[in-house]
């Protein structure tokens, strides 16, 4: 039975998803197959708050995902995805005061006051889809010429460098809140290029999916299964003798099954990539059940309308964290990330019940329980608090890293954002997916452009492996 098969892909992640997706639309015969019992990797949700409750596991909100030339071809929406898009794409809170950022840079001037011109040449773009394509498309040649002219330099600089131009702490605290999202220090080179890539797309929107995360994953699978695709769970894949024979091999897992499988016939440049490739820090994450939604101290009515906040008092307290993760210390009070989905997509829980989500940074390996730190902050913003917490479930990074062995000790991305694989991820060449053993590809995030769902990396393996077929 297995012999039918034109590819089989190991992991069902967003890449590995949309890889399968991708190859099955062209007419080839997919097999996918993954360890979890359940598709999607970073992109599930799960009732472990109780049925009718849906609890995003890992991702939650999704502004590459939204703007993605790959789910764009597969027509997601046409397969049960609907996007959710707040009017505020992010709030960040600094004890009282409270920025907004809104789609299409409504309000800009109120925000940011005199650095808001600044922010608009400097974050945004005036087709921020469109930049953001050739952005997920590095190291590709972009259609965007003078536009990534402008974003490759400021991309590869510090945050510590890239903020100095703002006036205010206010502009600057924003950006360094929203560059920290790849947990890198604010001095190191590359730190800004996820500030300036998701900074951009505040303009277009942080949505969550209607039902959770996992309405991704279940459209590519209804894609793969509606041509003609094998979906299996509950196989880990440990052996080469587990893959069926003289199909495409596509690997939506870290670099260390490349290895163990096809070790013996990787070429020097790739096997020494492999050997060179660098982890990024961990992170902790707590999921909350509520009573009511969060009770903000200040400007209520805009964390109201957003699915996502970023807690922190100014840019010490990010440049502190990500300071301290990287030299292997427990940041004693973190910045936070977090988001209330309910707000913006109340069916996920019965009347009366609201969830959020928050998590930090922590060193690789760590399993520090951060829950205390984390509620401590929230309660700060939000005195009372603690009062509307019913549950909390908390993930540790080793319990990331058991949970999927692709978040390599707690590593959501799956690899370092830092300067040399933003260059190259894991080697730098118009398509790194691409290993040098014939009909083996590495499609996870791993691979650039690196993390988020967005299924890049994986349209671009699949990409690839058809035109070396045709
Ligand atoms: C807590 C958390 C929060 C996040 N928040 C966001 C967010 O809000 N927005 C966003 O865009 N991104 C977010 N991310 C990152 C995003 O989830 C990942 O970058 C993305 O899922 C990577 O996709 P992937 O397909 O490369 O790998 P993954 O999604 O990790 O999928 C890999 C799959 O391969 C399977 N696998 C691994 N090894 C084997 C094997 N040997 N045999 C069989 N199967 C195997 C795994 O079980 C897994 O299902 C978050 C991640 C985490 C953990």
Redo the contacts with the bound molecule.
């Keep these: 039975m297995r012999d039918v098969f034109d590819a089989v892909i190991?992991?069902?992640?967003?890449?590995?998803l949309t890889a399968a997706a991708t190859l099955a639309v062209a007419g080839r015969r997919v097999l996918v197959?993954?360890?979890?019992d359940a598709v999607?990797?970073?992109?599930r949700t799960d009732d472990a708050f109780g049925s009718g409750i849906a609890r995003d596991v890992?991702?939650?909100?999704?502004p590459?995902?939204f703007v993605s030339p790959a789910f764009a071809d597969l027509r997601l929406t046409e397969h049960g995805l609907r996007w959710l898009t707040p009017d505020v794409s992010l709030a960040h809170v600094a004890d009282s005061d409270v920025i907004a950022l809104r789609r299409g840079n409504r309000c800009l001037a109120e925000e940011l006051g005199v650095d808001a011109r600044r922010w608009e040449r400097i974050v945004c773009s005036p087709d921020p889809a469109g930049l953001a394509a050739d952005v997920l498309a590095m190291p590709g040649v972009p259609r965007r010429l003078l536009d990534m002219a402008r974003f490759g330099p400021a991309a590869l600089s510090p945050v510590d460098v890239l903020a100095r131009a703002f006036r205010t702490d206010r502009a600057a605290t924003a950006f360094a809140g929203i560059a920290a999202h790849a947990g890198r220090p604010l001095s190191a080179a590359g730190s800004s290029a996820a500030g300036l890539l998701l900074g951009m797309l505040t303009t277009s929107g942080w949505p969550v999916a209607e039902g959770g995360s996992q309405a991704i994953a279940d459209a590519l699978v209804s894609v793969i299964r509606g041509h003609g695709g094998v979906v299996e769970t509950g196989?880990?894949?440990?052996d080469r003798a587990q893959l069926p024979s003289g199909c495409d091999v596509f690997l939506?897992?870290s670099p260390s099954?490349l290895r163990r499988l096809f070790g013996d016939q990787l070429g020097r440049r790739y096997g020494r990539a492999l050997r060179r490739f660098d982890y990024g820090s961990g992170?902790c994450?707590v999921d909350y059940l509520l009573s009511e939604p969060i009770p903000w101290a200040h400007r209520p009515d805009v964390l109201a309308d957003t699915a996502t906040f970023h807690l922190a008092e100014g840019v010490e307290m990010i440049r502190a964290t990500e300071n301290d993760v990287a030299a292997g210390r427990v940041p004693r009070r973190p910045w936070i990330l977090g988001g209330e989905p309910t707000r913006v997509d109340p069916g996920r829980a019965p009347a009366g019940v609201h969830l959020a989500w928050a998590?930090c940074h922590v060193p690789a390996g760590c399993d520090v329980d951060m829950s205390e730190a984390i509620t401590a902050e929230v309660e700060r913003a939000a005195p009372g608090f603690r009062d509307t917490v019913r549950g909390t479930i908390v993930t540790t990074a080793t319990d990331?890293a058991r949970h999927?062995?692709?978040?390599v000790a707690g590593d959501?991305?799956?690899g370092a954002a830092s300067l040399r694989q933003l260059l190259a991820r894991p080697i730098l060449a118009r398509t790194p997916q691409v290993t040098g053993v014939p009909g083996v590809y590495l499609c996870?995030?791993a691979t650039a452009p690196g993390?988020?769902?967005?299924g890049m990396?994986?349209h671009r393996a699949a990409r690839a492996a058809l035109s070396a077929r045709r």
């Design positions: 190991v992991g069902s992640g967003p890449n590995g197959l993954e360890a979890a999607g990797g970073g992109a890992c991702s939650a909100v999704h590459t995902g196989v880990e894949v440990t939506d897992t099954l992170v994450k998590y990331l999927n062995a692709n978040y959501i991305n799956c996870s995030s993390g988020g769902v967005h990396a994986g």
